[in-house]
């Protein structure tokens, strides 16, 4: 098992000093004040030692911080000013002798409660623990500069920042709660107690006010090096070596790379130990990519590298094979320019990693080089604006019925002319539904997909309406369609699929040829924000934050902005909805990940879900149940 996933927040530089106070910049006359009355669990007193209290934004920004060495002697107050009254903040923790956490009980900031200006909040603080220790490099010499991570065993979480070591091999991680704890060092496979991975890495356990040391020597450095070389022993420069995770079929990397100097000489550090395959590469296109022992990828062999152990592979490179050819016009046979050739295996194997690709110039003519002696399928990409649709030679939909190009090792193939049809073109106008007024910036996507992670304009047949509100999208295969127009903004106009309608289900469906043009126009109205709060199952404010996401009924595909709530108060709002029926979905998460997800109300999935009825003459206030 790789180390977990990082989670914790790297607090703001700005914090302040001992004992003093840091101004936020640009602060106006309508400030306010955070007071925080501090107390310490164990005597039910004011604290004696030193604690920092920090204020951060609703976008996670700092704002403000103030500092006592003795708040007893403030009766526990401390006050944060400069902030601004009406906004809200979330208040972090800090001190030697005092668990870092964010009020009113979370190591995370995320976790935490927003508290908005002026407030006055009780805070009852848990002495923390501390774990240091010394760090050497092999040689006995100190690791200055190598990093110290801390995770919670139980939550594989990590606790507080990165760690460097000093220059006499010290570190220390203060501030963190009482529990058992795995120490890793640096980014590779070097846990506390010369372990190499999360599952056999020993629990360190710490108790409250007590400080461990954890001493360690770094292991000797997991490597893979060798020596490239042509057919005749001539040392190449600049090939690239890459391990590649044998699990991938699509190649990814994942066990590092490097490249060869001027003797043909290559190292790979920071390897992680296990079983890899080794991809050699040529940047120039000289010679052809292979894989350890000496081939393609289908005749790949994993090495095994052990830990702290330096495994040698060497290679010696063929040269280049070469594809290229001319992409043409279907009907007039005029070159085409900016298409972009990608060759996979045969017809069943993937996309030939590093391959050295050169896309069309005005005369039509694209070059693949850097390519094994194998069978292999080209697809030709046009640019998306040209209206051209892509294509496997000769013609063909898909890989497996491509044409197939036996090439050989320094050679080069070259292809007849792979013609190119013009697909279908899909135009219109989109308006306000009220006032007639065209709209700039809306995105239509023909394929009737909201967009995802990428945001605004992700898809392969998409436009965008400029000034007048005209769009259009060039390139489209012939078939029917159900576009979807949406608001980049997320906000102001509701999304609406052809025919006006809010849900797919029901869209009016457009039907395109090749080399013609259909028309779909929309009259776009103001899009509905719901709002809401999330409460456990028993009505408790939430201990979780999540992510909320909507779909349209009853087709459940997905639409919105989408939404978040926040540990403690639980409210949420998202934004770009239609009028008409819709679903809602809020996922919990943590430091491990996302939990089980909740369908309003309280279905475990959309089959069971309570349908919300949408509309901008009756605001939604709703309150969701988690599970």
């Not at 489209?476 to 949406?486: E, M």
Request: with cysteine; aromatic share 8%; proline share 6%.
């Amino acid at each position: 098992m790789r180390p977990p996933r990082r989670v914790g927040l790297v607090l703001a530089a700005a914090a302040a000093a001992l004992g003093g106070l840091v101004t936020a910049p640009g602060a106006s006359a309508d400030t306010a004040t955070i007071t925080v009355h501090l107390t310490d669990a164990a005597t039910g007193q004011a604290p004696t030692t030193q604690v920092c209290v920090e204020a951060y934004t609703d976008s996670f920004d700092f704002a403000n911080s103030a500092c006592a060495d003795d708040p007893s002697s403030t009766g526990g107050v401390v006050v944060v000013d400069g902030l601004t009254a009406g906004s809200s903040y979330f208040i972090g923790i800090r001190g030697t002798d005092w668990v870092s956490a964010y009020l009113p009980d979370a190591l995370n900031i995320w976790d935490g409660q927003l508290y908005a200006a002026p407030a006055d909040i009780d805070a009852t603080l848990q002495r923390s623990t501390t774990i240091t220790g010394n760090l050497t490099r092999p040689d006995g010499s100190p690791a200055a500069g190598e990093y110290v991570q801390l995770y919670r065993s139980d939550l594989q979480q990590q606790v507080g920042n990165l760690v460097t070591v000093q220059v006499d091999g010290t570190w220390i991680v203060e501030g963190i709660p009482a529990g058992s704890y795995k120490v890793q060092f640096g980014f590779g496979p070097d846990w506390a107690h010369h372990k190499t991975s999360w599952d056999d890495a020993d629990i360190i356990d710490a108790a409250a006010g007590q400080q461990v040391r954890v001493d360690e020597q770094l292991a000797p450095p997991t490597q893979v090096v060798g020596h490239v070389t042509d057919r005749s022993g001539k040392a190449l420069a600049n090939i690239c070596v890459y391990l590649v995770d044998p699990t991938e079929p699509d190649g990814i990397e994942g066990g590092g790379s490097g490249c060869t100097d001027t003797a043909g000489d290559y190292r790979i550090d920071l390897v992680l130990p296990g079983s890899w395959l080794v991809e050699f590469a040529d940047g120039s296109g000289s010679y052809a990519v292979q894989f350890y022992p000496d081939g393609p990828r289908s005749k790949a062999v994993a090495i095994s590298v052990p830990a702290s152990q330096t495994t040698t592979v060497n290679a010696r490179m063929r040269p280049a094979a070469v594809l290229q050819g001319r992409a043409v016009d279907e009907r007039t046979g005029a070159p085409i320019a900016d298409v972009c050739p990608y060759v996979s295996a045969g017809r069943t194997g993937g996309f030939i990693r590093q391959q050295g690709i050169t896309c069309s110039g005005a005369d039509g003519k694209w070059r693949v080089s850097g390519l094994p002696g194998i069978d292999t399928t080209v697809d030709l990409a046009p640019p998306r604006d040209s209206g051209y649709l892509e294509t496997w030679a000769y013609g063909a939909k898909t890989q497996s019925v491509a044409t197939r190009f036996s090439l050989d090792y320094g050679r080069t193939t070259t292809t007849k002319d792979i013609k190119l049809a013009l697909g279908g073109t899909l135009t219109g106008t989109v308006t306000d539904a009220v006032t007639h007024a065209p709209l700039a910036d809306m995105w239509v996507d023909a394929d009737g997909s909201f967009p995802g992670r990428a945001g605004p304009g992700e898809g392969f047949h998409v436009g965008r309406t400029d000034s007048q509100g005209n769009y259009r999208i060039p390139g489209l295969p012939a078939g029917t369609y159900t576009p979807i127009v949406y608001d980049g903004d997320y906000d102001g106009y509701a999304p609406q699929w052809s025919g006006g309608v809010s849900d797919p289900a029901s869209a009016t469906k457009i039907g395109v040829a090749l080399r013609s043009t259909s028309t779909a126009s929309f009259a776009l109205r103001k899009a509905i924000t719901v709002t809401g709060h999330v409460t456990n199952a028993d009505g408790s404010l939430p201990t979780m934050s999540g992510d909320i996401d909507a779909f349209t009924y009853p087709s459940i595909a997905q639409i919105g902005g989408g939404g978040f709530w926040s540990v403690g108060s639980g409210e949420f709002s998202v934004h770009s909805l239609p009028e008409g029926k819709i679903l809602l979905r809020f996922t919990p998460f943590d430091s491990t990940g996302e939990q089980p997800a909740t369908w309003y109300e309280g279905a475990v999935d959309s089959a069971h879900a309570s349908v919300i009825i949408t509309s901008a003459a009756s605001p939604t206030d709703l309150t969701a149940h988690l599970r």
